[in-house]
């Protein structure tokens, strides 16, 4: 199923921001807020894992339930797991699309990469 996707901080995020190898920055941007209706459509429940899909990328995910989130949208905090499926296109702003990346996404139970795993995938140096 498609979904529009939105990024943004969070409190948890920011609070852990200079902790970026930390358990707790990893938890917090690592997940994907979703509304509860889009959950049941996929038949997963909160905490379950999900496999997101853009035009550049993949990235699997925990769920987070968020009755605040309107039906076909989902919230992702800022992050390397984020940036990782945002395309580059800037589109002559200067910044990519943040706030309107489309996605796919399906259950999973593959494993979420830790932060230095998913850099290395794009070319990065695991630590």
Partial sequence: ???HMITGRTIKQGENVEHKLSQKYIEETSSCHMNPLD????????????KL?????EV????VED????????????????????????HGTGMPD??????????????????????SG???IEI
Wanted: with cysteine; glycine share 14%.
């Fill in 67 to 90: 009755q605040g989130l309107k039906k076909g949208t989902i919230f992702i905090p800022h992050g390397p797991y984020c940036n990782s499926i945002i395309p580059g296109n800037t």
């Fill in 53 to 57: 899909k853009s035009s550049c990328g």
């Fill in 122 to 124: 794009s070319g990065g």
């Fill in 1 to 3: 199923m498609k979904y």
């Fill in 98 to 119: 943040f706030k309107s990346t489309m996605v796919e996404i399906e259950p999973t139970d593959e494993e979420i990469l830790s932060i230095g795993r998913l850099l």
């Fill in 39 to 50: 959950l049941m459509n996929l038949g997963i429940f909160e905490g379950e894992k999900v």
């Fill in 60 to 63: 699997v995910l925990k769920c």
